[in-house]
Each structure stands twice: as structure tokens, then as C-alpha cells.
């Protein structure tokens, strides 16, 4: 029997009011106040959007409604929408084990936004791809494994949250570690929290410094040693959620553009760029993310590089969109409340969150050169 089939239904007229009222009433105080919107996370997994994507491995999984809904959320607040994503994706770590335990003790709750998590997975996705060390080392003991580091950069975390990270591990005998992924929580003895980061954007994500102070990973909670298949089953699907928030900023920025029209549209005609002609690429774009998420376990090279190709396309065309929002709104849209200034703002962490702009090339030109 599928363990995780039963969650995999989501209310989306409740998702679309929470985010139509309940977030955007709160989105600047989400930005300026940099307040984590803890009570509105749950809420959006009691509607069920992190539940439409978990069917498994073994199951008829697509994306399609994931993204709709991550998208619904950051049409209004991207800090929201990303952690959003953040949720998602730990759901789809468990969803694409083969760990019946974290299927059930842990999937449930995360589903339902009982217990609130991240990915852990910036650091570790660089160090795969040689752009930075690896943070974290374990050791094999009885059991589990023994874990000490640093991940500087994991969000939607709270102190009784869960998120999903992998660390090298030495094997006498072979020249490299073996990287093994697991999922960690929060509250174990040697693990730590600190919020620290100052963005300009992107405030209210509850974003920490993990410190791993000898911290016991008990073997129920590994997804894969070796992590390398794990990986490359997930890999997909991690990347593609993300065009989620992508397309919930630009369909925003062109809102925003539109209502302008009338004031000061005799003005805007003068600029090279308008909403149509965002909205035209904004269509391919999504067209394009909803045809690949039918199919998120594909796991051939073809596939993974128009997965990138669409990720690299919502992080540009995101920037894109929110600087000619910017423009259209003129003044009225670069006043400490405008709307306009805040999505430019947080439209570049789209271009800058793992992957990156940069990281996403290197990957397409490896799997050109291979």
C-alpha cells in the first residue's frame, strides 16, 4: 500500500483566500517588520498545498498543483511563497523515499503544517558542484551517525521544525566520502538556531545558522546512503518547484503594470517594454514548468535540462518583470510602501537562491560538454 497516497488533496479556493486576504494584509508587515508568518504557514497546510505533490515514487506523483499553490502565495509575499517552497520540498525529500518510518511519523505532519521545516540543502548542492566545501562531517556509529558543522543558510525553520541536509561521511579505504542525506530535527541535544541574517528582502523567512555540535542522526532518519541516487531521483523536482514562486512574482508584476495603465499609461507607452509583452513570455513559462511537472522522476539528462532551462528562465524574466513594474509605477512604486520596490527587491533572490543564476549555467553547460 502507498503510505503517503491518502494526504495528496488540496482545498484551493481556501489557499487562494488565505493568500487574497490573510497574507496580503500581513505582506508588509512581513517585509518591514521581518515577521515570520508561522500562523499563515499552517493555515496554508491545513488547505492542503503541501499535500498534492506526495503520492511517491510508486504513485502517479505531478507538481502542477504544488506550484499553483506555491505561486498563489507569492503573487502576494515572496518571503511566504519561498517558504512555501521550503515546506514543499521536505515533503518531497520524504514523499521520494523509500523510508516508511519518515513516511510515517514524520510526512504527516509536515503536510499539514504541524511541524514547519526546510530543505538544509544550499551548502550541500554547491559543494556537489565544486563551488564551495562541504559544512557538515559525520561519522558512522552504532545506530546512526555523529554529525558536526555548520549549515549557514536554512529557512522556514522553527525549534520543533524538521528539515533535510547531507553530510560526508569517511569510509576507510576509499578516497572520497560517502555523502549521506537524512532528515534532521530542530530540537535534538547539539543542535542550535540562531537568526542573523540581515537581507533586504526576504526578512520574515525564519531563516537560521544550524550549528551541529556532535548532534546523533538516528538511522531511521537517512533518506539514502549512498545519496547519490537519491539524488538524482529528487533532483528534478527540487529545481522545478521552484518556478512556483517565479511565476506568482511575474503574474504580480504584471498586475501592477496594468493597474497603471490608466493614470499613467499616455507616459508608459514611451517605454520599450509593456505588460503584453511580459505576459507573452510569462505564458510560455508557465506552459512549459506545468508540461515538465507531469513528469518530475524523470530521470534523464534531456529532461533535467529543460527543467533548468525553465528555473534559469523564471529567476531572469522574475527580474525582468519587477524592474519594469518598477518603471511603470514610477514614483508612486518607489515610496517605502510601494508595491513595485518590494517586488524588485525580492525578485533578485529568485535570481541569487540555490541554484543560483550562475549555478544553473554551470549545470547546463556540464550537460552540454558530457
Not at 528539515?163 to 534532521?184: C, H, K, Y
Not at 538556531?193 to 537581507?199: I, K, N, V
Not at 513528469?295 to 522574475?318: C, H, I
Amino acid at each position: 500500500m502507498n503510505v503517503v497516497a491518502q494526504f495528496n488533496t488540496a482545498d484551493f479556493d481556501e489557499i487562494a483566500r488565505i493568500a487574497s486576504t490573510d497574507l496580503t494584509s500581513r505582506a508588509p508587515q512581513i517585509d518591514e517588520e521581518r515577521v515570520y508568518p508561522e500562523d499563515i504557514m499552517r493555515a496554508f497546510g491545513a488547505a492542503g498545498a503541501y499535500a498534492t505533490h506526495v503520492s511517491g515514487i510508486d504513485g502517479n506523483t505531478e507538481l502542477g498543483d504544488a506550484i499553483k499553490a506555491m505561486a498563489a502565495a507569492s503573487e502576494v509575499c515572496l518571503s511566504t511563497g519561498f517558504c512555501v517552497w521550503c515546506q514543499s520540498t521536505l515533503a518531497w525529500y520524504i514523499s521520494s523515499s523509500d523510508s516508511d518510518f519518515l513516511k510515517r511519523e514524520v510526512l504527516p505532519k509536515v503536510i499539514k503544517g504541524q511541524s514547519l521545516g526546510g530543505t538544509g540543502m544550499s551548502n550541500p548542492l554547491k559543494a556537489i558542484g565544486e563551488i564551495e566545501p562541504m559544512r557538515l562531517k559525520g561519522e558512522k556509529v552504532e545506530g546512526g551517525y555523529r554529525v558536526k558543522g555548520i549549515l549557514p543558510w536554512v529557512s522556514n525553520l522553527v525549534s520543533d521544525g524538521y528539515f533535510g541536509t547531507l553530510f560526508n561521511v569517511e569510509i576507510e579505504g576509499q578516497d572520497s566520502p560517502q555523502r549521506v542525506m537524512a532528515i534532521i530535527h530542530a530540537g535534538w541535544e547539539g543542535i542550535k538556531l540562531r537568526l542573523d541574517h540581515d537581507f533586504v528582502a526576504m526578512g520574515g523567512t525564519a531563516t537560521c545558522n544550524v550549528q551541529f555540535r556532535d548532534v546523533f542522526v538516528p538511522d531511521e532518519f537517512v533518506l539514502s546512503a549512498p545519496a547519490e541516487p537519491y539524488i538524482k531521483r529528487i533532483r528534478g523536482g527540487f529545481i522545478l518547484l521552484q518556478c512556483g514562486m517565479a511565476a506568482g512574482m511575474i503574474r504580480n508584476c504584471i498586475d501592477l503594470m496594468k493597474q497603471v495603465e490608466g493614470p499613467l499609461g499616455h507616459i508608459n507607452s514611451y517605454l520599450e517594454v509593456q505588460p503584453a509583452d511580459i505576459e507573452a513570455q510569462y505564458q510560455a513559462l508557465v506552459g512549459e514548468v506545468l508540461e515538465l511537472a507531469k513528469t518530475p522522476y524523470d530521470p534523464s539528462d534531456a529532461y533535467f535540462r529543460r527543467v533548468l532551462e525553465a528555473r534559469l528562465k523564471g529567476g531572469e524574466l522574475s527580474v525582468t518583470a519587477a524592474h519594469w513594474a518598477q518603471l511603470h509605477c514610477g514614483a508612486r512604486g518607489y515610496v517605502s510602501q510601494g508595491a513595485a520596490q518590494r517586488r524588485l527587491r525580492e525578485a533578485y533572490f529568485i535570481a541569487i537562491v540555490t541554484p543560483a543564476t550562475k549555478h544553473l549555467r554551470k549545470l547546463i553547460a556540464e550537460l552540454d560538454a558530457a
